[in-house]
Each structure stands twice: as C-alpha cells, then as structure tokens.
Nanobody, 123 residues
Framework: QVQLVESGGGLVQAGGSLRLSCVAS????????MGWFRQAPGKEREFVAA????????TYSDPVRGRFTISRDTAKNTVYLQMNSLNPEDTAVYYC????????????????WGQGTQVTVSS
C-alpha cells in the first residue's frame, strides 16, 4: 500500500497562488494514477485534477481548468497541485488520492487517501 501526506495549504488572498505537495511512501507514485479532490464546508467532496501513470495526460474539473496544474515528480515520489488565480470558492480541504486502475473521478475517486491540507482564500 501507499501512504500519502499532503502539505502546502494555508491562507492566501484572492488572486494569489499556492502549491500543494503530496509525498508518497511505501510505493512509487509511478504505480498509481494520481489525483486531487477537495471538500468545502457543507459540501460533498469533488474531483479537482488527475494525472496518468506517465504524467503525460491530465484532466481537470471545469471550475479549476486553466488555473490549476497537476504534475508528478518521480524522483521525489511527489505529486503537486499548482493553484493560481485563487478565489474564495476554492476554499476547502484538499486531498491527494492514488488509484490503482484508471484516472480518479467523482464516480471512481481512488483507493488511497491522504489526511488533507486546508486551503483558505480570503476576499
């Protein structure tokens, strides 16, 4: 099994940027399709972004497309989520997930999860 630990969250003003990191241990990130989800207070968890095993193909939800970028660094066994042009609607706990087969999605979210990192965007 893989263990995932997220970091990089915090408080940022609207229009600012943050980069989230998800460090894997126990297994290589190359063994999994990787993704990011988020959950805002009072709302269901929702898909944000995902990347294939090779790292060559990425997918994004409509609210973040063009602002967020997912990437993976195999040397560091880490997956990143670069978040630009943040707005208050991006406030949520962000979770990293690893999926054995197929890209994570709202229907098939993932097999393994981190503990989450809080992102708060002030207006």
């Amino acid at each position: 099994q893989v263990q995932l630990v997220e970091s990089g969250g915090g408080l940022v003003q609207a229009g600012g940027s943050l980069r989230l990191s998800c460090v894997a241990s126990g297994r290589s990130v190359n063994d999994y399709f990787m993704g990011w989800f988020r959950q805002a207070p009072g709302k269901e968890r929702e898909f944000v972004a995902a990347v294939t095993l090779s790292g060559k193909t990425t997918t994004y939800s409509d609210p973040v497309r063009g602002r967020f970028t997912i990437s993976r660094d195999t040397a560091k066994n880490t997956v990143y989520l670069q978040m630009n042009s943040l707005n208050p609607e991006d406030t949520a706990v962000y979770y990293c997930t690893a999926k054995s087969t197929g890209l994570p999605s709202n229907i098939n979210p993932g097999n393994f999860w981190g503990q989450g990192t809080q992102v708060t965007v002030s207006s």
